[in-house]
């Protein structure tokens, strides 16, 4: 006797009856979240060193980034960009005289709408041993299609004929049937499936900005602090796209006691709040790079040298002439973009090429990008390399 023959009498597997259940949890959603806590987790083991000041950095930068990438998808493929609820008396299905004290619930996202019905049947009633627990999810990706519910209609309406077919019961229906209507001077349906659709693009044009903006940090941070207020731009505009687009009239379906309305939820406010949260950020990280570079290079682990593209070269009195840092700081209406680049100088009549002195020593000197030098050009391509000293590091005492 085999192990698998232990007990069973058949020679074959056993087999079991579907056990069909409501949905409790959005399986986009929580695919989305258990992948961010992966990475979270697989980022957090990699941390634990000796070094903790560099490590809270690390890890509030690491964090960060994954947090707005994840909650970018989740709000994109999320079900509650509105909702509603009721509890109220109707009836159960269709041909039938029983009704039940139930609770409705509506959730509409940019790619279809969410039911679920739930009620306690009365256990001296008919439906005592009846479980009444059902969620069903109808989508409208993308096209309205032809009027009717035949193989040229639109997605949604054939899932609704489809949800007549097996029975679903009369209050899912009911809901569905408002926005499968097209036409009357109503069409719910239409309108929020063009919200969808434009606010869907919206939502994914922010994630390779997001994507930009996590690849320049690691190069040029003012870059990356604009591509994050960009992403977040995009998201305050799919915001505001899908409050214009969405519906003229606001979506009212009456039950026998109460009236299901709806309001914006979850999905909506996170993006708004994640798309200021984004600008802000990004105004924070511009100013840091403008007037604090060395603080905000030192949080991002990334070289000085980056924010460097342009090497001049100056004479000794020349060099003289550079503001320091002090300076700057006391008097910044002198600069366009706070930098440290050369001071004005006084007006002084053109040198002749033949008067230049072929020995002067010039002493290289590094300008910041978008550096505006408030002195005359000099161009100095004709000098031989022996006039030039050996190019030194910048200091980020000086901004050159």
Known sequence: MG???FGRDERFPT?????RTAVTVDLVDAGLATACIILGIS????????????NVVIFTRVYTTILIGTLLLINNFGQEWEVGHIN????????????????????????GINVTLKATPDPNGPLKDETIDYNERFEWVWDQGRFGFGPYAGLLQREFRE?????????????????????????????????????????????????????????????GAYFLGICGGLQLLANLVYLVVRNPFPL?????????????????????????????????????????????????????????????????????????????KQNKSMTKHGDIPLVEMEAAPPVDAEDDDEDVEYIPVYLKRKTVVLAP???RGNKPNRH?????????????
């Open 377 to 379: 050009s000099v161009n």
């Open 88 to 111: 109220s008396v109707m009836a159960y299905k269709a041909g039938s005289v029983q009704e039940i004290n139930g609770s409705v619930s509506l959730k509409i996202a940019l790619r």
């Open 163 to 223: 949800a007549q077919y097996r029975g679903a019961p009369l209050p899912i229906i009911w809901v569905v049937d408002y926005f499968v209507i097209d036409g009357e001077g109503q069409r719910y349906g239409r309108f929020y499936r063009t919200a969808g659709w434009y606010t869907h693009i919206l939502m994914w044009t922010t994630f390779p900005c997001w994507l930009l903006s996590t690849i320049l940090f690691r190069s040029v941070i003012r870059y």
């Open 388 to 400: 030039r000293m050996p190019l030194p590091p910048p200091s980020t005492s000086h901004a050159s």
């Open 252 to 328: 009212s379906i009456p039950f026998e006691e109460e009236t299901l309305t709806t309001h914006f939820g979850f999905n909506y406010w996170c993006t708004f709040v994640l798309g200021l949260i984004c600008v802000i950020l990004a105004g924070v990280i511009v100013y840091m790079d403008m007037y604090h570079d060395e603080l905000i290079y030192s949080f991002f682990g990334v070289n000085p040298l980056n924010s460097y593209d342009e090497v001049v070269y100056l004479t000794k009195e020349e060099r003289q002439h550079l503001r320091r840092h002090q300076t700057i």
């Open 3 to 5: 192990f698998f023959e």
């Open 43 to 54: 980022f957090f083991i990699s941390l634990l060193t000796r070094k903790l000041k560099t």
């Open 15 to 19: 087999q079991y009856d579907a056990k």
